[in-house]
């Protein structure tokens, strides 16, 4: 083997355990144990396959190594390693991130157009605990309450779970996600990967100093998990492993705007925003604007609660693409018809854009926040970037 070597890596900080980049790796170069998502150096081949499949950016990590970390090295980390000072083949020594060149650079750029790309936290975010519970030791949450969020008519099926942690700590964030584990085991004997669902309510528990939170979970015809969770019944006792997630969280600071834009369950991060908000500041202006798409009325997750919520705290768009004898709309649509409001929030660099839900409303969203900030004389990728860069950027899709 030539050395240095390139290694790619997962940051765990940041890694939310979807699995999606172990089940998309054509190689079968990622795999896992109860606490990490690892890299396998003399498998992967730089296909860049998992790199845009990956909701959190936590896949695209890379070292220069002279020998390339172990599984059972990556396996440990709670946290990636520095970029270590490589001594080159030539002789010379190359600080740091140098040791990256510039093609590595260029297939990186190539693979994220079009994806999240890497996310940073809001500067004024709380700090968030991650992957406190894994698959060797989850937690054992009680369901409080089951209650469907869409009309009994609707052929959405969309559950509002709430689940106590008793005296477990389980301190989580608004935008921060769990995983539950289905129980029972797969064709091959093992036990079913955990699922992993936002979190709907605040930190401080769905009610508020309860040690409790809620789940925004869609019935998916024929699949395992949603359906577990939706046929819960109050006591049910329910594997946790998670917190997850490092970025996808909202600024503390009071002056900070959300320009929150969502698809269906994609509300779940949202609802949590507003409620912390709601709880911190009240009915007062909450800086919050919110673009929500769902079929109907009648599918929107949390319809009625969210109607009550005052135009001072969040201000409301809601759409729909499926009402009979109106014509189809979606979230960008609507962007289009309010360009001023979304150009004003754009331009101010108090504001923090997230986008939830529906992998497919990424481009859609993204062409309308280009043009809108194009007729401010503002190009939209260099704007996106320094939005990332900043930590007002935030994209969750599935
Ligand atoms: P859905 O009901 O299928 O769709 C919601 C709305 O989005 C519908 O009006 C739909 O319109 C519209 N839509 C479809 N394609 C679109 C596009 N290209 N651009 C803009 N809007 C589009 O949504 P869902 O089943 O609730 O799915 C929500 C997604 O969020 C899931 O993929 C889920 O995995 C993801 N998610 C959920 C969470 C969570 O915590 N629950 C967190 C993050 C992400 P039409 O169907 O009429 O075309």
Known sequence: MNKPLKQHLIDPEICIRCYTCEMTCPLEA????????????????????????????????????????SLDEQFEWDELPAQAD??????????????LDEAMAALLAEAHAGAGGKAKAPASASKPTVNMYNLGKPAKAVVQGNYRLTSEDSDSDVRHIILDLGG??????????VGI????????????????????????????????????VKRDEGGLCSNYVCDLKKGDTVQLTGPFGATFLMPEDPQARLLMICTGTGSAPMRAFTMRRQRSVGAKSGGMVMFFGARTPESLPYFGPLNKVPDTLLKKHL??????????????????AEEDVVAEMIADPNTHIYICGLRGMEEGVEKTLTNIAESIGQPWGALRDTMRNEGRYHVETY
């Open 168 to 177: 477990l700590p389980f301190p989580v964030l608004e935008g921060q996600s």
């Open 86 to 99: 490589i001594q080159t083949a030539g002789g010379e020594v190359e600080t740091g991130m140098e040791a």
């Open 319 to 336: 759409v729909f693409s499926r009402i009979p004898g109106a014509a189809k709309e979606y979230v960008q649509d609507r962007m289009r």
């Open 181 to 216: 584990i289905p129980p029972g085991t797969d064709d091959e004997g093992k036990p079913h990967l955990p699922r992993l669902y936002s979190v709907s309510s605040p930190r401080d528990g769905e009610r508020p100093n309860f040690n409790n939170l809620s789940l925004t």
């Open 30 to 69: 990622i795999e896992h144990d109860d606490n990490n998502v690892v890299v396998d150096a003399s498998k992967c081949n730089f296909c860049m396959d998992c790199i845009p499949v990956c909701p959190t950016g936590s896949i695209d990590e890379w070292r220069v190594v002279n020998d390339p970390y």
